[in-house]
C-alpha cells in the first residue's frame, strides 16, 4: 500500500473504475495501441506514487486525466516523431476534447455496443482482425483476396458508419 | 453506406488510416495540419480515437466470451455459426506461399485425413505474439516452461534496414547462425511450447487441427529466402514434454508436422505462413518452431530475417 494514501481502498475502487476512460484518454492521444497501453501503465503507477494526493471526497477523473496528459507527453518525447501519429503541439490541442470524449467512455461503449449488432458477422469479423489482431490492409487484402483498396475502403465505411451511430445513440439516450 | 470524404470524419478517417497503417508521411501531415487548423476536427478525432478504444475494448470482451462460450462441448459445437471466410482464407495464403517439401510427420492416434470445413477457430495464448517485449527470450533452445520463447540467436529491434515492424514498435531479428560455427542445423530459430491442458473439451476431438502461423521479412530482399515453421504435439505437460526434448521427437507417440516456405528473388516485404497438423486428441503441450534457413550455396553471404505477429490456433470443423 502506499503509505500516504488516504483511503487505499476508495482509491483502488476509483482506480479500476476509471481505468477503460484513462485508457480512451491515452489511446486518443497516442492513436497506437502499443502506446496507449504503455503510457496507461506508466500512468497507472503515476497515480499509485500520487495517491495520497488524491482527495477522495473530489472526482476522481479530472484528477487522474491531468496525471495522464504528463505521462503521454513524456511517452511521445521519447519516441521518434516517425513513429507517432500526432504532433506535440496538436496531443497538446487536443487534450480537452480528448477528456471530454474519454470522460463519456462508458456511455460511448454501450452505444457501441447497439451499433455492433447492425452489423453483419463478416463486417464483424474484419474490424476483429485489424482492430485487435492487428492485421494490416495488405495482409487482410491477402486473407480475403479482395484488393488492397477494397478492405480499405470497407474498413472506413465501417468506422464511419459506426461513428454516426454511436452519436445517434448517444442523442437518444435517456 | 460510402465514407464521405466531405464530412469531417470522413476525412479524418482517412487520413488516420494512410498515416498510421500504410506509413504515408504526406498525409500525416496533412492530418496533423487538419487538426491544428481546426478546433471541431480536434473534437471529432478525439471522439472517432475514444470510439475506436471502446470498439478494441468490445471485441476484446468478444474474443474471451468466446473462448468460454466453446467449454460446454457438443451442444455449442452444433450450435456454432458457419464458417466465414476469416475463419479459413489463412490456409489460403499458406498454400500459396511455394512449399517446397513437408517432412518428418509421424500420427500415431489414427487421426482421421479428411478434414470438414473449420465452425470454429480458438485462438490459443502465444506468449508475446507480438514479439514486443525486449525481455521475452528466456532460453537458449526449447525453453523449460510456457511463457517463454527460446531462440538460438535472436534480438529484439524496431524498424531498421527500412523494415518495419508488421505490428506493434518491435520485431525479432533472427541473427544467421555463421557457417564456420559446430552445429548440426544452420537455421536461425525460435521455440516456444504450449499448454493445451486446459482446452475446452471441443478443441480435443479427434478432428481439431493446430494452425500456427508467422510472419517473416528478408533484411536482403535480393535474396531467396527460406523459412520453416515446425510444431510438435506431446502427451505430455509442457514441463515434461520439454524435458530432453529433442530425442523424444523420434518418438512415434510423438505428432508433428513441418514445413518449409521459399520466397523468390525481389520478392520483399512480409510474407504471412501457416502451418496446419492435426492435433491427436489427449495432446497436453505443443511445442512450435519458427526459423529462417540460410541460403543453400554455402559461399553466398547469409542475412539476417525479421519475424513479427505469432499466431497459433486449433481449428473446430
Same mark, same amino acid.
Given at each position: 500500500m502506499?503509505?500516504d494514501a488516504?483511503d487505499?481502498?476508495r482509491?483502488?475502487?476509483?482506480?479500476?473504475?476509471?481505468q477503460?476512460?484513462?485508457? #480512451?484518454?491515452?489511446?486518443?492521444?497516442?492513436?497506437?495501441?502499443?502506446d496507449a497501453?504503455?503510457a496507461?501503465? #506508466?500512468?497507472?503507477?503515476k497515480?499509485?506514487?500520487k495517491?495520497?494526493?488524491?482527495? =477522495?471526497?473530489?472526482?476522481?477523473?479530472?484528477?487522474a486525466f491531468? *496525471?495522464a496528459r504528463?505521462t *503521454?507527453l513524456?511517452h511521445?518525447?521519447?519516441?521518434?516523431r516517425?513513429?507517432? *501519429?500526432?504532433?506535440?503541439?496538436?496531443?497538446?490541442?487536443?487534450?480537452e476534447?480528448?477528456?471530454t470524449?474519454?470522460?463519456q467512455?462508458?456511455?460511448?461503449?454501450? #452505444?457501441?455496443d447497439?451499433?455492433l449488432k447492425?452489423l453483419? =458477422?463478416?463486417q464483424?469479423d474484419l474490424?476483429?482482425?485489424?482492430?485487435?489482431a492487428?492485421r #494490416?490492409?495488405?495482409?487482410?487484402s491477402g486473407?480475403?483476396?479482395?484488393?488492397?483498396?477494397?478492405?480499405?475502403?470497407?474498413?472506413?465505411?465501417?468506422?464511419?458508419?459506426?461513428? *454516426?451511430?454511436?452519436?445517434?445513440?448517444?442523442?437518444?439516450? =435517456? | 453506406?460510402?465514407p464521405d470524404? +466531405?464530412?469531417?470524419?470522413g476525412?479524418?478517417l482517412?487520413l488516420l488510416q494512410?498515416?498510421?497503417?500504410a506509413?504515408?508521411?504526406a498525409?500525416?501531415?496533412?492530418?496533423?495540419e487538419l487538426?491544428?487548423?481546426?478546433?471541431?476536427?480536434?473534437?471529432?478525432m478525439a471522439?472517432l480515437?475514444?470510439?475506436?478504444?471502446a470498439l478494441?475494448d468490445?471485441?476484446?470482451?468478444d474474443?474471451i466470451v468466446?473462448?468460454?462460450?466453446?467449454?460446454?462441448?457438443?451442444a455449442?459445437?452444433?450450435?456454432?455459426?458457419?464458417?466465414?471466410?476469416?475463419?479459413?482464407r489463412?490456409?489460403?495464403?499458406?498454400?500459396?506461399?511455394i512449399?517446397l517439401?513437408?517432412?518428418?510427420?509421424?500420427?500415431?492416434?489414427?487421426?482421421?485425413?479428411?478434414?470438414?470445413?473449420?465452425?470454429?477457430? %480458438?485462438p490459443?495464448?502465444v506468449?508475446?505474439?507480438?514479439?514486443?517485449? +525486449?525481455?521475452? $527470450?528466456?532460453?537458449?533452445g526449447?525453453?523449460?516452461s510456457?511463457?517463454q520463447?527460446?531462440a538460438?540467436s535472436a534480438?529484439?529491434?524496431? +524498424?531498421e534496414h527500412?523494415v518495419q515492424?508488421?505490428?506493434?514498435?518491435?520485431m525479432l531479428?533472427l541473427?544467421?547462425i555463421?557457417?564456420?560455427?559446430?552445429v548440426?542445423?544452420? &537455421?536461425?530459430?525460435?521455440?516456444?511450447v %504450449?499448454?493445451?491442458?486446459?482446452?475446452?473439451?471441443?478443441a480435443?476431438?479427434?478432428?481439431?487441427?493446430?494452425?500456427?502461423?508467422?510472419?517473416?521479412?528478408a &533484411?536482403?530482399?535480393?535474396?531467396?529466402?527460406?523459412?520453416?515453421?515446425r510444431?510438435f504435439a /506431446?502427451s505430455?505437460?509442457?514441463?515434461? +514434454?520439454t524435458?530432453g526434448?529433442?530425442?523424444?521427437?523420434?518418438?512415434?507417440?510423438v505428432?508433428?508436422?513441418?514445413?518449409?516456405?521459399?520466397?523468390?528473388?525481389?520478392a520483399?516485404?512480409?510474407?504471412?505462413?501457416?502451418?496446419?497438423?492435426?492435433?491427436p486428441r489427449?495432446a497436453?503441450?505443443?511445442?512450435?518452431i519458427l526459423?529462417a534457413?540460410?541460403?543453400?550455396?554455402?559461399?553466398?553471404?547469409?542475412?539476417?530475417?525479421?519475424?513479427?505477429?505469432?499466431?497459433?490456433s486449433? /481449428? $473446430?470443423?
Open positions: 502506499s503509505p488516504r487505499p481502498a482509491f483502488i475502487a476509483a482506480l479500476t473504475r476509471h477503460p476512460a484513462l485508457e #480512451a484518454f491515452c489511446h486518443a492521444q497516442l492513436a497506437q495501441r502499443q497501453r504503455e496507461l501503465q #506508466a500512468t497507472c503507477v497515480l499509485w506514487e495517491s495520497g494526493e488524491w482527495d =477522495p471526497a473530489t472526482e476522481f477523473l479530472p484528477w491531468a *496525471v504528463f *503521454v513524456s511521445l518525447r521519447d519516441r521518434m516517425d513513429r507517432l *501519429v500526432f504532433d506535440e503541439d496538436v496531443v497538446l490541442a487536443m487534450t476534447e480528448t477528456e470524449a474519454a470522460a467512455f462508458e456511455h460511448r461503449r454501450e #452505444a457501441l447497439t451499433c447492425k453483419k =458477422p463478416e464483424a474490424l476483429r482482425e485489424h482492430y485487435l492487428g #494490416a490492409v495488405r495482409e487482410l486473407l480475403t483476396g479482395r484488393s488492397e483498396s477494397a478492405v480499405k475502403m470497407t474498413l472506413l465505411r465501417l468506422r464511419e458508419q459506426l461513428s *454516426v451511430c454511436i452519436q445517434r445513440q448517444l442523442r437518444l439516450a =435517456p | 453506406m460510402n470524404p +466531405a464530412t469531417l470524419e476525412r479524418l482517412a494512410a498515416a498510421r497503417d506509413h504515408d508521411a498525409a500525416r501531415t496533412a492530418l496533423n487538426l491544428r487548423r481546426e478546433p471541431a476536427a480536434r473534437a471529432a471522439r480515437m475514444v470510439d475506436e478504444q478494441l468490445r471485441l476484446r470482451d474474443g468466446s473462448l468460454l462460450d466453446s467449454a460446454p462441448a457438443q455449442t459445437m452444433t450450435a456454432a455459426r458457419p464458417a466465414r471466410w476469416l475463419a479459413w489463412p490456409l489460403t495464403a499458406a498454400a500459396a506461399g512449399v517439401g513437408m517432412f518428418c510427420t509421424s500420427v500415431v492416434y489414427g487421426l482421421v485425413a479428411q478434414r470438414a470445413t473449420v465452425a470454429k477457430k %480458438l490459443l495464448p506468449y508475446d505474439p507480438g514479439l514486443e517485449n +525486449a525481455e521475452s $527470450i528466456a532460453a537458449r526449447v525453453p523449460k510456457v511463457g520463447w527460446g538460438d534480438r529484439w529491434v524496431t +524498424a527500412g515492424p508488421l505490428q506493434g514498435r518491435r531479428r541473427e544467421p555463421p557457417r564456420d560455427k559446430n548440426r542445423n544452420y &537455421a536461425s530459430r525460435v521455440y516456444q %504450449l499448454d493445451l491442458g486446459s482446452l475446452p473439451p471441443p480435443s476431438a479427434e478432428t481439431a487441427e493446430v494452425q500456427v502461423t508467422a510472419s517473416f521479412h &533484411a536482403n530482399a535480393g535474396a531467396a529466402s527460406r523459412y520453416l515453421i510444431a /506431446l505430455e505437460t509442457p514441463e515434461q +514434454a524435458r526434448f529433442w530425442p523424444k521427437t523420434q518418438d512415434d507417440g505428432v508433428s508436422v513441418a514445413q518449409r516456405f521459399d520466397t523468390a528473388p525481389g520483399g516485404g512480409w510474407h504471412t505462413f501457416s502451418l496446419k497438423m492435426p492435433l489427449g497436453r503441450s505443443l511445442v512450435f526459423g534457413e540460410p541460403p543453400d550455396d554455402a559461399s553466398a553471404e547469409a542475412s539476417p530475417h525479421y519475424l513479427d505477429d505469432v499466431r497459433v486449433v /481449428l $473446430i470443423p
